[in-house]
């Protein structure tokens, strides 16, 4: 089976206006998908979706949705209820740093709604269907901050060790009925991710590109549950299994206090 006959025809992307969400969008169209790009702000959806159009030919549509909101996923499944979506793309989310005292709670709600409740929402209506096929995907965006607590960032750590949980064990779940599940973990990747969560200064870290995090994450679909992106982050994430965990939770703090706006 081609990568399209097995994920296609439609890739339903969600946070496709920008980073990680836009160049998934961008390389799923490239491998022959049609596209539906879901996010919040329709200048850069419709910008996306002209990119994809011209350069590939494949459709798009666009999906206006604030995920967050009451009815926000329900809007996504009934806008995208007439086509047959083989692979979701679990993309939206965002950070915040600093001291948990310092961060705004309603927006600590908002971020665990979009970056856990959000995900399962979706999953929830396209998992049946991609069972009944026999084929298809999901992919859940869980980061190098899932691998063990991050003070500083610690709502938001918690959230993507829920995403690397769910995306392992969907992986031993589907699998047994065709369907390839996926974990992938980035390090800081040149997005608007480091200005959305405050942070100042994301320094030797910021090294990767969207570009590399997708096309590592097309490689690794139906091979493996999960991977974390760069050899640096990759022994990161090994060592913190070995180390102890107050350790662990130590260096992580070193190496990111500082860095948030309101510290
Ligand atoms: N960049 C990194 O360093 C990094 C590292 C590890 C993991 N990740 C993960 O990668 C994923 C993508 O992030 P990114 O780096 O590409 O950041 P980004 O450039 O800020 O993109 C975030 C996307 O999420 C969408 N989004 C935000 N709030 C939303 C809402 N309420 N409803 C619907 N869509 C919403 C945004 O679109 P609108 O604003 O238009 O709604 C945007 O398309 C996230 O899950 C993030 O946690 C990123």
């Not at 869980?142 to 829920?162: C, D, E, H, N, R």
């Amino acid at each position: 089976m081609t990568f399209a006959e097995r994920y296609g025809p439609w890739a339903l992307v969600t946070g496709a206006s920008s980073g990680i969400g836009a160049e998934f969008a961008r390389q799923l169209a490239g491998r022959g998908l049609d596209i539906v790009l879901v996010a919040r702000r329709p200048d850069r959806l419709e910008a996306v979706s002209e990119d994809i159009r011209t350069t590939t030919g494949r459709a798009t549509r666009i999906i206006n949705s604030d995920l967050t909101a009451e009815g926000g996923c329900q809007r996504v499944i009934e806008e995208s209820a007439d086509l047959e979506v083989g692979l979701l793309v679990n993309n939206a989310g965002f950070g915040m740093s600093g001291g948990y005292h310092q961060l705004e709670p309603e927006r600590q709600v908002q971020m665990t709604v979009l970056n856990c409740v959000a995900p399962v929402l979706l999953t929830n209506h396209y998992l049946p269907k991609l069972k009944e096929r026999g084929r298809g995907g999901l992919i859940f965006l869980a980061s190098l901050a899932g691998y063990q607590a991050t003070a500083s960032f610690a709502t938001y750590g918690a959230t993507k060790a829920f995403a690397l949980m769910i995306g392992e064990a969907l992986w031993k779940e589907c699998r047994e009925y065709g369907v390839n599940a996926l974990a992938v973990s980035p390090g800081f990747t040149q997005t608007e991710f480091t200005d959305v969560a405050n942070i100042r200064d994301a320094g030797l870290y910021r090294t990767a590109t969207a570009d590399s995090v997708v096309r590592a994450s097309l490689r690794h679909l139906g091979r493996r549950p999960s991977f974390v992106h760069g050899p640096i982050n990759k022994l990161l994430a090994f060592a913190s299994r070995f180390l102890p965990r107050r350790a662990v939770i130590a260096i992580t703090h070193a190496s990111l206090r500082g860095r948030s706006n309101l510290e």
